[in-house]
């Protein structure tokens, strides 16, 4: 359907033709080697961005956390978590399965991040019987959490407890864009309270597959290594590096866009707009399935939570008369 209004994901944005002629003339190498000189400057402009040493160029979100939390925790210590957190939601347990690290969680109000809950929950590194909690993930935007911002303060108090405890801190920053320009705080601010921090590419965006790992050059060097040994060494990457240097110039300043698409679409959905920080509007109390279903049969796609649940995510591939689609079409089914 040539008229699509796809609000699954922001994920589902196809490169533009800007990006596309970017990838085309990016010069490249073998970057096993090093020798990739795209993937090598996006590498030191996003680790000077987020204010840290060095960085690596990753196929995946879920590459990026799962080697960035294993940069900080040892086989059988434990990782410490929000229980929606993506790290434990959506990445197929392979904190356990590929890593042998141990995840906890603590339930949380939509994902918001509570420090003193999550510190008051971690197990000494110096007790014999206990599994060490040797890191703890955090997640702005909070995907689970229908896009919500993680206040500043919550993340400066976690990260000055951290130093005096001896415990990581990882950031899952798939989303830390959108964070960062809902809430005004800049990027570096962010990357400066986490020990790793994973940023990806491919979600609002817009690039068709990338996420950066941040961290100091010593981890850096040895995320290289587990990249390779997990299979995501890759070549003259080059041509995806350069859909990310494009994104970082032309899809970034215009994130706030999608912002003001969300808050738009709730006001039209009769939804509360206290929910919608960045880009992610959710319906409750909704018959899922059906809505679904007939919202596709007239050409606009919504995300199934639950089943009385939808959410509808804004990004670069809907305007603003999508979103007044969208509205109708959705808020006919729902009856708002
Ligand atoms: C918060 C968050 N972290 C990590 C990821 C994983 O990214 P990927 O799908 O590139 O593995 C996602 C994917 O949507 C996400 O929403």
């Not at 808050?263 to 992610?280: C, Q, S």
Request: glycine share 10%.
């Amino acid at each position: 359907m040539a008229d699509l209004v796809d609000l699954r994901s922001d994920t589902v944005t196809r490169p533009t033709p800007g990006m596309r002629r970017a990838m085309a003339d990016a010069e490249v190498g073998d970057d096993v080697y090093g020798e990739d000189p795209t993937v090598t400057a996006l590498e030191e402009r996003v680790a000077a961005l987020f204010g840290h040493e060095a960085a690596l160029f990753v196929p995946s979100g879920t590459m990026g956390n799962q080697i960035g939390m294993r940069l900080v925790c040892e086989p059988g210590q434990e990782v410490l978590c929000d229980a929606d957190a993506h790290v434990v939601t959506y990445e197929m347990g392979a904190a356990a399965a590929v890593f042998g690290i141990s995840t906890r969680t603590v339930v949380s109000d939509r994902g918001l991040l509570d420090a003193r809950a999550l510190i008051a929950q971690v197990r000494p590194r110096d007790d014999w019987h206990l599994t060490a909690t040797a890191a703890i993930a955090v997640e702005n935007t909070h995907n689970r959490g229908f896009g919500r911002v993680q206040p500043l303060g919550e993340l400066q108090a976690l990260w000055e407890w951290s130093r005096g405890a001896g415990v990581a801190v990882h950031l899952d920053g798939a989303r830390i864009w959108n964070a960062s320009v809902a809430s005004g705080v800049d990027l570096a601010t962010y990357g400066r309270l986490a020990d790793t921090a994973s940023v990806c590419f491919s979600k609002g965006l817009g690039t068709p597959v990338g996420s950066v790992l941040v961290s100091s050059a010593e981890r850096i060097a040895t995320a290289r290594l587990w990249r390779k040994r997990l299979g995501g060494g890759m070549r003259q990457v080059g041509v995806l590096a350069a859909a990310c240097t494009y994104a970082l110039e032309h899809h970034l300043p215009r994130l706030g866009e999608d912002h003001e698409h969300a808050r738009l679409l709730a006001e039209l959905l009769g939804v509360d707009p206290a929910t919608v920080e960045t880009n992610m509007v959710v319906v409750d109390d909704v018959a899922a399935p059906m809505v679904a279903e007939a919202a596709k049969a007239e050409g606009v796609l919504v995300g199934q939570v639950s089943a009385r649940r939808i959410r509808l995510v804004t990004h670069l591939d809907v305007d603003r008369a999508g979103i007044e689609r969208a509205a109708k079409v959705v808020g006919g089914l729902v009856g708002r």
